[in-house]
């Protein structure tokens, strides 16, 4: 009992700014106005809110990857974007790292500086048998997680051990999409000098990685990447792994991030690589094209609003602004008043930045590629040729021109 109160208290220090935040701006964003009372209900189709239906569009905030001077500006933009509600999760393996010690900041302090994070060392043991009590009663460090074994562990069933195994299939005929991203990737582009607001080698790396994911899986159809993460599509009739979700997920994360270690050289060959990146993954299933489609867009759609803010953010820092100043002078401004500060202050054109900063990577592989021959143009089978693009995949002529990525 005493466990939950304090889960539940340190969550809510956690989390009582984005909880104020909300109040403040979701009443504005569902009514339209300031706060007025309503009632809401549902039936089967859709929430009723005020006696009309509506369907609400959800934005992911993620508050450790941001200082908490920026929340407030991060929900405006997902505001701005459209957004009716803000989801968030608790990042308790940030806030707890060691048991029993818990962290109330996970990256930051008040001020944007870093905060040291307690950790444990790792011990390596060798044991003739770990079936024995002994093995696990005489270091401490297993005990005090796993309690005391009263008995040594006698023979065991496999069956048994494998009954707890649980195989997660996604649904069948579903487009299913791996999107990866990375972890803790602030202080990775930190570490190793990244050229802000964009460094277009490590862009070029994170495609590379990308072209090789679709060489080995077959099944891939399409890609998408900016800055540190990657969408990978699957075809609807993939049977890759039996669709058994942990095993997709894991054999591309993991192939990705290997690839990315092994030609770190071949993109920053005077750069020495201080420690190993890492990725996240998570597969989701969408039924139709079009809800496929509706994804993709988001995620260019992100490109385009994140990169708008990041070229203006460190335009100000780079000039001497302190990012808490450079923050708060970009707090409510729209796109057009970022294009005039880019425009008057710094005398760049945003549309003139190159497209892989503004559009974003997609990869896929070709169908058909036009060679000329004597003169005249002729069509070549090139089906096995994967390819980088930065196209804007939000208008339907480049799904148009190219029907063979999502046909079956």
């Not at 070549?380 to 040729?385: G, I, N, S, T």
Request: aromatic share 12%.
């Amino acid at each position: 009992m005493g466990e939950s109160i304090r889960f539940v208290s340190v969550q809510w220090r956690i989390l009582a700014p984005i909880i104020i935040a909300l109040l403040l701006y979701i009443p504005i964003i569902v009514s339209g106005s300031f706060f007025k009372p309503f009632n809401v209900s549902y039936d089967h189709r859709a929430l009723i809110i005020a006696g009309k239906r509506r369907m609400l569009v959800s934005a992911g905030i993620h508050y450790p990857r941001a200082t908490h001077q920026m929340w407030s500006d991060l929900i405006e933009k997902s505001k701005e974007g459209g957004a009716d509600v803000i989801q968030t999760y608790v990042f308790w393996n940030g806030h707890e790292p060691v048991k029993g010690q818990v962290e109330e900041a996970v990256k930051h302090d008040e001020n944007g500086n870093p905060v040291k994070r307690f950790r444990r060392r790792e011990t390596l043991v060798h044991s003739e048998s770990i079936a024995g009590r002994s093995f696990w009663n005489e270091h401490s460090s297993l005990h005090k997680d796993l309690g005391h074994f009263a008995q040594d562990i006698g023979k065991i069933d496999p069956d048994y051990v494998k009954s707890f195994q649980f195989e997660n299939r996604l649904v069948p005929l579903t487009w299913v999409v791996v999107r990866i991203d990375g972890c803790h990737f602030h202080r990775f582009s930190e570490v190793h000098e990244f050229e802000k607001p964009n460094d277009e080698q490590a862009l070029k790396l994170m495609n590379s990685c990308a072209v090789a994911v679709l060489e080995e899986f077959q099944d891939i159809v399409f890609a998408y990447g900016v800055s540190d993460e990657y969408s990978f599509v699957l075809s609807k009739e993939s049977e890759l792994y039996k669709r058994q979700s942990s095993k997709i997920v894991s054999a591309i994360v993991s192939f990705f991030t290997s690839t990315y270690v092994i030609r770190w050289e071949d993109f920053f060959p005077h750069k020495e690589l201080k420690y190993p990146p890492s990725f996240d993954g998570r597969a989701v299933c969408y039924p139709t094209s079009e809800i496929l489609l509706d994804y993709l867009a988001w995620r260019q759609v992100d490109c385009h609003i994140n990169n708008q803010y990041n070229t203006c953010f460190w335009m100000l820092v780079k000039s001497g602004k302190s990012k808490t100043q450079a923050q708060d002078y970009l707090k409510g401004t729209q796109t057009r008043e970022k294009n005039e500060l880019l425009s008057q202050q710094f005398g760049i054109e945003y549309n003139s930045l190159p497209l892989v900063f503004r559009m974003g990577s997609s990869v896929f592989r070709l169908k058909e590629r036009v060679t000329e021959e004597n003169g005249e143009v002729s069509g070549k089978q090139v089906e096995e040729e994967v390819v980088i693009d930065h196209s804007n995949i939000i208008d339907q002529c480049f799904w148009q021109q190219r029907p063979h990525i999502l046909s079956s």
